[in-house]
């Protein structure tokens, strides 16, 4: 029984014939799964505080770095008043955890912002001169396949999710002031593992093995953070749940409630849709494969067979189907590049296997479309455009990007599936990617403030000049001799230009005056205003 003291606010949910009780007690939170077996109760607990401090356990995060490297240290990016409050309130807090404090470290990575789904702001430190003279650990993490075999024959799942899991592992001492980061409210480290690290994840792994040693492959596997149990029966599950939160509780690892997910009969886990009925691939990554465009070139051929060689399971006859691409990858083809042969040839095998592929993935299309809605756009609507889609443009990871990019206009409507078109977008000219997207990578967009003070996330203008931070230099361009005689052609100016997030001068590029009059006017005048000593207009 619970006494009263301890269920300050309880939620009962039904599971079957049994009881799900989540309890928030006064004093100590802890989790409670209660279910009626041969008359009996058995109360599973485990503890859900929100993780603080700095736990001693028996793994902690090293860093260790090549002997006479350079110590990296980058500079204070510049930030908006919001950003500035976002950072000066997540400094308070991680210091008020016990897990960052002031540092006299030579290191000093950078640190930026990136919007969450929500509308708040994430801080994320750039750590890639650290990791580029850290000395790489060989921990291996599972094999995703491997993992998903072992749940096969289960009908009842539980999917666990540990809260802030990196920072609930400690860094050794000697290493801390090596993840020192600048901001403009002075230099701090971190005593607690942060994100970004390129050995982290190899630390998490260890720790997670470490715990769950015994039940690895029984009836847990463990991914990172990403801990699913499975069982045959609820009793089992019960038992399974027993265990698991009892180890985490005494290793004192907190658990994010917002993200567990208990006693399911089908769940989401690596990808993939686990149920008692088997395996499938996760419906976004079905649209992924069903949206690509045709390759036209190796590279392109290369990526398409890896994103679709993950999910050859699914695929039946998929060496088959997929070799006249793979002979296109090879150094020596059947045919002599350059040949009319080798077009006509590889022209027909590219469009053959490509077809066939998507051909022999109609039922996962068919079970795609059928959680898709009908798309409701129209030429002249102004829409956001997935960031994904439009390669690494600003230069740095794709995880730290905006999640879109625009608005930008609708020029034209492609297709006419029923699950949603393809749209031509007037994307600016200096993003060298095909303008056309699947409803899917699309959404709508309405006037909003939720970045009033944040000018990389502006709705841009049409021009882009958002995107383009500023003109470096100009210069004439050559101008060849003509063959007759008659009039010289008239010399033309070219500009080099530099692009926002872009740190490195190798990539700047250059652009005539006629391209950057289309899509950055507004750029081209103020330079021209600055050259000839005139102040900007009122």
Same mark, same amino acid.
């Given at each position: 029984?619970?006494?009263?003291?301890?269920?300050?606010?309880?939620?009962?949910?039904?599971?079957?014939?049994?009881?799900?009780?989540?309890?928030?007690?006064?004093?100590?939170?802890?989790?409670?799964?209660?279910?009626?077996?041969?008359?009996?109760?058995?109360?599973?607990?485990?503890?859900?505080?929100?993780?603080?401090?700095?736990?001693?356990?028996?793994?902690?995060?090293?860093?260790?770095?090549?002997?006479?490297?350079?110590?990296?240290?980058?500079?204070?990016?510049?930030?908006?008043?919001?950003?500035?409050?976002?950072?000066?309130?997540?400094?308070?807090?991680?210091?008020?955890?016990?897990?960052?404090?002031?540092?006299?470290?030579?290191?000093?990575?950078?640190?930026?912002?990136?919007?969450?789904?929500?509308?708040?702001?994430?801080?994320?430190?750039?750590?890639?001169?650290?990791?580029?003279?850290?000395?790489?650990?060989?921990?291996?993490?599972?094999?995703?396949?491997?993992?998903?075999?072992?749940?096969?024959?289960?009908?009842?799942?539980?999917?666990?999710?540990?809260?802030?899991?990196?920072?609930?592992?400690?860094?050794?001492?000697?290493?801390?002031?090596?993840?020192?980061?600048?901001?403009?409210?002075?230099?701090?480290?971190?005593?607690?593992?942060?994100?970004?690290?390129?050995?982290?994840?190899?630390?998490?792994?260890?720790?997670?093995?470490?715990?769950?040693?015994?039940?690895?492959?029984?009836?847990?596997?463990? +991914?990172?953070?990403?801990?699913?149990?499975?069982?045959?029966?609820?009793?089992?599950?019960?038992?399974?749940?027993?265990?698991?939160?009892?180890?985490?509780?005494?290793?004192?690892?907190?658990?994010?409630?917002?993200?567990?997910?208990?006693?399911?009969?089908?769940?989401?886990?690596?990808?993939?849709? =686990?149920?008692?009925?088997?395996?499938?691939?996760?419906?976004?990554?079905?649209?992924?494969?069903?949206?690509?465009?045709?390759?036209?070139?190796?590279?392109?051929?290369?990526?398409?067979?890896?994103?679709?060689?993950?999910?050859?399971?699914?695929?039946?006859?998929?060496?088959?189907?997929?070799?006249?691409?793979?002979?296109?990858?090879?150094?020596?083809?059947?045919?002599?590049?350059?040949?009319?042969?080798?077009?006509?040839?590889?022209?027909?095998?590219?469009?053959?296997?490509?077809?066939?592929?998507?051909?022999?993935?109609?039922?996962?299309?068919?079970?795609?479309?059928?959680?898709?809605?009908?798309?409701?756009?129209?030429?002249?609507?102004?829409?956001?455009?997935?960031?994904?889609?439009?390669?690494?443009?600003?230069?740095?990871?794709?995880?730290?990007?905006?999640?879109?990019?625009?608005?930008?206009? =609708?020029?034209?409507?492609?297709?006419?599936?029923?699950?949603?078109?393809?749209?031509?977008?007037?994307?600016?000219?200096?993003?060298?990617? +095909?303008?056309?997207?699947?409803?899917?990578?699309?959404?709508?967009?309405?006037?909003?403030?939720?970045?009033?003070?944040?000018?990389?996330?502006?709705?841009?203008?049409?021009?882009?000049?958002?995107?383009?931070?500023?003109?470096?230099?100009?210069?004439?361009?050559?101008?060849?001799?003509?063959?007759?005689?008659?009039?010289?052609?008239?010399?033309?100016?070219?500009?080099?230009?530099?692009?926002?997030?872009?740190?490195?001068?190798?990539?700047?590029?250059?652009?005539?005056?006629?391209?950057?009059?289309?899509?950055?006017?507004?750029?081209?005048?103020?330079?021209?205003?600055?050259?000839?000593?005139?102040?900007?207009?009122?």
């Amino acid at each position: 029984m619970l006494d009263d003291e301890s269920s300050l606010m309880w939620h009962i949910k039904p599971w079957w014939n049994r009881i799900l009780l989540l309890v928030v007690p006064r004093q100590r939170p802890v989790i409670i799964i209660a279910h009626q077996v041969a008359g009996e109760k058995s109360v599973v607990g485990g503890s859900i505080y929100e993780p603080t401090g700095v736990v001693e356990r028996e793994v902690v995060h090293a860093r260790e770095v090549v002997p006479g490297s350079k110590v990296p240290r980058g500079r204070i990016y510049r930030m908006s008043p919001v950003e500035l409050d976002e950072l000066r309130r997540q400094l308070k807090e991680l210091t008020e955890k016990g897990w960052i404090r002031p540092s006299n470290s030579p290191y000093g990575a950078p640190v930026l912002f990136v919007p969450k789904k929500g509308g708040t702001l994430r801080m994320c430190i750039d750590h890639k001169g650290l990791n580029a003279i850290t000395i790489k650990n060989g921990e291996p993490r599972p094999r995703i396949d491997d993992l998903l075999d072992r749940v096969q024959g289960c009908r009842y799942f539980t999917k666990i999710d540990l809260k802030s899991g990196y920072h609930q592992i400690a860094i050794r001492p000697e290493d801390q002031h090596k993840t020192a980061f600048q901001t403009r409210y002075g230099l701090y480290e971190f005593v607690v593992m942060p994100f970004g690290l390129c050995n982290a994840p190899g630390t998490f792994q260890h720790a997670m093995n470490m715990i769950f040693h015994d039940y690895l492959d029984k009836f847990i596997v463990v +991914y990172l953070d990403d801990i699913l149990l499975f069982s045959r029966t609820v009793e089992e599950h019960a038992e399974h749940l027993k265990t698991v939160l009892g180890l985490l509780r005494q290793h004192q690892y907190k658990v994010n409630l917002e993200k567990r997910e208990f006693g399911r009969t089908k769940i989401l886990y690596l990808g993939h849709e =686990i149920s008692a009925d088997g395996l499938r691939p996760d419906d976004a990554k079905v649209a992924s494969i069903r949206d690509w465009p045709r390759p036209q070139t190796v590279t392109e051929v290369r990526s398409f067979l890896g994103m679709t060689g993950y999910y050859r399971p699914f695929v039946k006859n998929y060496s088959t189907i997929a070799s006249p691409l793979i002979d296109l990858t090879q150094r020596q083809p059947t045919a002599a590049p350059g040949s009319i042969d080798f077009v006509v040839k590889y022209e027909q095998m590219l469009q053959q296997a490509v077809e066939h592929i998507r051909k022999s993935q109609d039922a996962m299309i068919a079970s795609e479309n059928k959680h898709r809605r009908p798309s409701n756009f129209q030429v002249g609507d102004r829409v956001w455009v997935k960031s994904s889609e439009l390669g690494q443009e600003m230069g740095i990871s794709r995880k730290l990007m905006p999640q879109y990019f625009g608005p930008w206009e =609708i020029l034209d409507i492609v297709g006419d599936q029923p699950d949603g078109p393809s749209y031509v977008i007037r994307i600016p000219a200096h993003l060298r990617t +095909y303008p056309v997207f699947h409803a899917s990578k699309l959404a709508p967009f309405a006037a909003t403030e939720q970045f009033p003070s944040r000018r990389s996330m502006l709705p841009p203008t049409m021009d882009g000049e958002v995107d383009i931070d500023q003109i470096v230099e100009h210069q004439m361009m050559p101008v060849p001799r003509p063959s007759r005689t008659g009039r010289p052609p008239k010399p033309r100016m070219q500009y080099r230009v530099s692009f926002r997030h872009h740190l490195d001068p190798k990539e700047d590029r250059w652009f005539t005056r006629e391209e950057l009059m289309r899509t950055a006017p507004q750029v081209i005048a103020g330079y021209e205003r600055e050259r000839k000593g005139k102040m900007p207009a009122e």
